[in-house]
């Protein structure tokens, strides 16, 4: 499963660089607007950090046409670019429009699977059915994973799946185990993937007894 980023901090891009595991970014308008910072620099600092992994970026018109102005302006920022579109019939005819000119696109705000089915026959490179916001109401998010894995299955769509809204580590185990292709994570739960009491136990146990081996290379 590939892990993206789901943040517009910079600082959080390039920490989560570091270790090796970052496979794409995606950023939405809220969280553009919680950096404070020009649009322009925000994007050409993230696309300067990873220049060769898709990194997603979301239009703001609800309009076909106004969609496919604004994502042919931020196709043009970057080879890497994935245009973000919201899950509406508007939306729609600009995922076409972008896919037929070989341009990749990421629905977004997907809940259910109807909507998934839709964006996949429409040819959309990736969807982001949002696990986080269904579990706040009640509803099992993980759930409409499975149901989603199923129809790309079961009819050979190659859309890839990015779990989103993701907001704790189940959410990323579960997304393994119900086979999605992509996980995008908050840097915080990045973070928290790592831990485990038994490992800083075990570690605290080890450095004092080595504190006691006589002869030390190092
Ligand atoms: C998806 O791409 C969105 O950016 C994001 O995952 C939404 O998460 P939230 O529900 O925590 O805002």
Request: proline content about 6%.
């Amino acid at each position: 499963m590939k892990f993206f980023i789901d943040t517009a901090d910079i600082n959080e891009i390039k920490e989560a660089n570091k270790f090796g595991i970052l496979d794409g970014v995606t950023t939405n308008p809220t969280l553009i607007a919680k950096t404070k910072r020009p649009f322009i620099d925000v994007v050409k600092e993230i696309l300067e950090e990873i220049p060769d992994k898709p990194v997603s970026l979301e239009v703001a018109s609800t309009d076909a046409e106004g969609m496919i102005k604004e994502g042919e302006k931020l196709a043009s920022f970057g080879k890497n670019v994935v245009i973000k579109i919201p899950m509406t019939m508007e939306g729609l005819k600009a995922v076409r429009y972008f896919e037929n000119k070989g341009i990749k696109t990421n629905v977004t705000l997907i809940f259910s699977p109807a909507q998934a089915l839709l964006a996949m026959k429409v040819g959309a490179s990736y969807i982001s059915p949002f696990v986080g916001r269904l579990d706040d109401i009640a509803h099992t998010g993980m759930d409409l994973i499975r149901q989603i894995r199923t129809i790309i299955d079961n009819y050979g769509f190659d859309t890839e799946i990015i779990v989103a809204s993701v907001r704790n580590p189940i959410h990323v185990i579960e997304s393994a185990l119900a086979g999605a292709d992509i996980a995008t994570i908050p840097y915080n739960v990045i973070a928290q993937l790592s831990k485990h009491p038994l490992t800083d136990i075990g570690l605290e146990r080890f450095l004092k007894d080595w504190e006691s081996v006589p002869d030390k290379p190092f």
